[in-house]
T-cell receptor, first 111, second 114 residues
Framework: DQQVKQNSPSLSVQEGRISILNCDYT??????FLWYKKYPAEGPTFLIS?????DKNEDGRFTVFLNKSAKHLSLHIVPSQPGDSAVYFC??????????FGKGTSLLVTP | DTEVTQTPKHLVMGMTNKKSLKCEQH?????MYWYKQKAKKPPELMFV???????INESVPSRFSPECPNSSLLNLHLHALQPEDSALYLC?????????????FGPGTRLTVL
């Protein structure tokens, strides 16, 4: 039972443009959401998070938006850079504590 | 400093071997985790240690045995594994065990069972 869904397995964006990665969740108990970036054969690297009491959190080129009524969050990367090419995992947690990951979206930023 | 270290980086073992994976963090975090990740799949939680006590066991087979010698160290003992256990094993830690504690991951151990 996949409680966190990333419906786009892959995304290709030109360098300098905006990358938008989407994530949906089904469990209304989730109250903390995170995005991780992962390169092959490496551990996920924490990027940015958002608590359910907020609808936006920004950190440099990365912004996460949360729409609680739609149970939807998105990660915006602007401007996109070739080094951003990786797999991005959306994750959610609440009670009980455990990270619930989506299946990931593979982002390719082309020069 | 958000570093979680894991050793070894790679491990190849036979089905009759006994080996251990090690994880260490010096961030003063009080919760540590083991995840298993197969190719093209998201990480799956195996164990959680919160304040040195096992708080969640996700019905992982008994051939995987976690051990938390102290709050900075987390081991995963492996015995009589099967080829399907080949995967990337990830350790993570977080400040506490609350729902808003960010988990930070180590680089992982790539395990191959022959």
């Amino acid at each position: 039972d996949q409680q966190v869904k990333q419906n786009s397995p892959s995304l290709s964006v030109q360098e300098g443009r905006i990358s938008i990665l989407n994530c949906d969740y089904t469990n209304s108990m989730f109250d903390y959401f995170l995005w991780y970036k992962k390169y092959p054969a490496e551990g996920p690297t924490f990027l940015i998070s958002i608590s359910s009491i907020k609808d936006k959190n920004e950190d440099g080129r990365f912004t996460v938006f949360l729409n609680k009524s739609a149970k939807h969050l998105s990660l915006h990367i602007v401007p996109s850079q070739p080094g951003d090419s990786a797999v991005y995992f959306c994750a959610a947690t609440g009670d009980p504590l455990a990270l619930n990951f989506g299946k990931g979206t593979s982002l390719l930023v082309t020069p | 400093d958000t570093e979680v270290t894991q050793t070894p980086k790679h491990l190849v073992m036979g089905m009759t071997n006994k080996k251990s994976l090690k994880c260490e963090q010096h961030m003063g975090h009080r919760a540590m985790y083991w995840y298993k990740q197969k190719a093209k799949k998201p990480p799956e939680l195996m164990f959680v240690y919160s304040y040195e006590k096992l708080s969640i066991n996700e019905s992982v087979p008994s051939r995987f045995s976690p051990e938390c010698p102290n709050s900075s160290l987390l081991n995963l003992h492996l015995h009589a594994l099967q080829p399907e256990d080949s995967a990337l094993y990830l350790c993570a830690s977080s400040q506490g065990s609350g729902g808003t504690d960010t988990q930070y991951f180590g680089p992982g151990t790539r395990l191959t069972v022959l």
